[in-house]
């Protein structure tokens, strides 16, 4: 009964997420059956608990079926912290070792994986508050430092600082305080050549 409470709260949690950084949301109902990002994190956090619970084989069939519904892949055993929200979510694809702090926002396209067939830790680790935009590729075991923000198309090897915004590929540290309530605005992102 105390899981089913839990699960109903993060539910909730989630779709208060979506209102506050999707302005296309109109209505719960539109949410909960229209939002790839919010099916693939609720069949997530049921494969990250059986994979937890060391019965790999089910929680691989929940996460390909998953990636089958939402077009969305998030290997079981990735570690995802509070208010995530994935808009638009096709082809986002978060590896195996990835860790994901609260308050992070991915959008459609973008990768956290590995580089090779290393073992042990060989993906990804976002802190909080942290905005990817479309398409970035975030490689490795790096970390991306808090409040930072990762432009569209980016290709993330190496890590990020805390309160940085890198564009471009290979992805170039920018220093940049141009946010409005804690959003990346993609069209104004300065060039780090010029």
Known sequence: MRLIKKAIGQ????????YEKDPAAKSILE????????????LHRIAHKLNYWHLYFIARCISNFSRFL??????????????????????????ETTIIG???????GVTLGGTGKEHGKRHPTLANNIVVGSGAKILGNIEIGSNS????????????????????????IVRQKLLIEGQLLHNRIPDPVS
Do not use: W
């Open 31 to 42: 949410v909960l059956f229209c939002y790839p990002g919010l099916h693939a994190l609720i």
């Open 149 to 172: 923000r990762i432009g569209a198309g980016s290709v993330v090897i190496d890590s990020v600082p805390e309160n940085s915004t890198v564009v471009g590929v290979p992805a170039r």
């Open 70 to 95: 939402t077009g969305i892949e998030i290997h079981p055993n990735a570690r995802i912290g509070r208010r995530f929200f994935i808009d638009h979510g096709m082809g986002v694809v978060i590896g």
């Open 102 to 108: 609260d308050d992070v926002l991915l959008y459609q």
């Open 11 to 18: 539910i909730k949690e989630d779709i208060a997420t979506i």
